[in-house]
């Protein structure tokens, strides 16, 4: 993805290595101005944050919880030549950080969820059973890993986990053999728990990996992906500006979910009690995507991970943040900490 024309001033450092999934759909929605404050709230591999930089004479701020990633950034900071900050901080704190960053209002919000394939290509970060690695998944260093979790967690907060995260149906049973295998040995590598979930699983040829869903549940539920993104959204809402854009990548149904009731706003069982009665009638966005926008076949083609990605967007009003019962979006699970203590 390189600069363009125009007198606008773009970033050195030849092309991105990375296109994100979605990528010009969501840059579009962002409506990239001169003068705009931008956060890339999943800074990954710098390419949201290259294109918004490319796109006008603004500033980006990019987060990321993984400190890998905003290392790798360092090329990106310097070209950009005071245009680019870089903050590891997870993005459900994003209104702190652009407060610490010098702004109380941005222009525009863009999350891409999920893991990146930087980290799914890294057998050593334990995201995935293709290369044997240690059983980790952490986006982060902090908190227990998912091989502590399997340790630790009870065989019933497992099965509600794997069902309720990744929608296995043979949750009972995967968790049932996982507690008993680890009875006998500790599971501590991503091939161990693929072959553990791969006895009681069946696949037909073709078909996903019967360790997938096992696999995506422990991911969001070790890192709290969904309460980081009800968390985000939140945020987002309250440092948007009357006419700033949001524009979030999802790559899950439960995720996609979340962001379409967010955005429609709260109905009358979902409204917080702290929301003032004068600004509920007001909702917080106008919806700009009636339907998610999903890939076309080529980016398909392109990229086989980018097929269940949705992308949908909103704009700001200026409807009171916090009319949302943020709970209310979130399935019914225990928290990692409760389910590491075993309540």
């Known amino acids: 993805m390189t600069g363009r024309d125009g007198g606008k001033p773009a970033v050195a ?4 290595r990375h296109i994100p999934v979605l990528g010009p759909a969501a840059l579009g929605f962002l409506n990239i101005k001169d003068g705009g404050v931008y956060i890339d709230g999943t800074f990954g591999a710098g390419g949201y944050a290259r294109a918004m930089l490319d796109a006008a004479d603004c500033r980006v701020i990019g987060i990321d919880r993984d400190q890998s990633a905003i290392a790798r950034g360092a090329d990106l900071v310097e070209s950009a030549k005071g245009r680019l900050e870089l903050v590891q901080s997870r993005f459900s704190a994003l209104d702190g950080v652009a407060r610490q960053c010098g702004y109380e209002f941005v222009d525009g919000v863009v999350l891409d969820l999920g893991v990146s394939s930087m980290q799914l290509d890294q057998a050593e970060r334990g995201f995935s059973f293709r290369n044997d ?3 980790d998944m ?4 902090d908190g227990p890993s998912a091989a502590d979790v399997i340790a630790q967690i009870s065989e019933r907060d497992l099965a509600n986990v794997i069902f309720l995260l990744g929608e296995e149906r043979h949750s009972r049973a ?7 295998e680890r009875a006998k040995h500790p599971i501590r590598t991503t091939g161990e728990l693929a072959t553990i979930v ?9 078909a996903i990996h ?3 869903r096992s696999f995506q549940a422990l991911r969001l539920f070790v890192n709290e992906e969904l309460n980081e993104l009800a968390d985000a959204l939140a945020a987002a809402e309250r440092v948007l500006r009357e006419g700033g854009r949001l524009a979030v990548v999802s790559f899950h149904s439960l995720e996609d979910r979340i962001v379409k009731t967010f955005l429609a706003g709260p109905d009358s069982k979902g409204i917080s009690r702290h929301a003032p009665e004068q600004d509920r009638r007001v909702a917080a966005f106008n919806v700009l995507t009636k339907k998610p926008v999903a890939p076309d076949e080529a980016e398909i083609e392109n990229n086989p991970r980018a097929r ?3 992308l949908r967007a909103g704009e700001r009003t200026g409807g009171a943040a ?3 019962d943020i709970a209310s979006l979130l399935p019914r699970l225990p928290s990692l900490a409760d389910a590491m203590r075993g309540r």
């Open 210 to 212: 019967p360790a997938t």
């Open 322 to 324: 916090g009319q949302m």
């Open 133 to 135: 690695g240690p059983l």
């Open 198 to 206: 791969g006895r009681v699983v069946r696949s037909k040829p073709g």
């Open 174 to 180: 995967v968790a049932r053999t996982i507690v008993a």
């Open 138 to 141: 952490r986006m982060g260093v």
């Open 308 to 310: 269940s990605a949705k």
């Open 13 to 16: 450092g030849g092309p991105a």
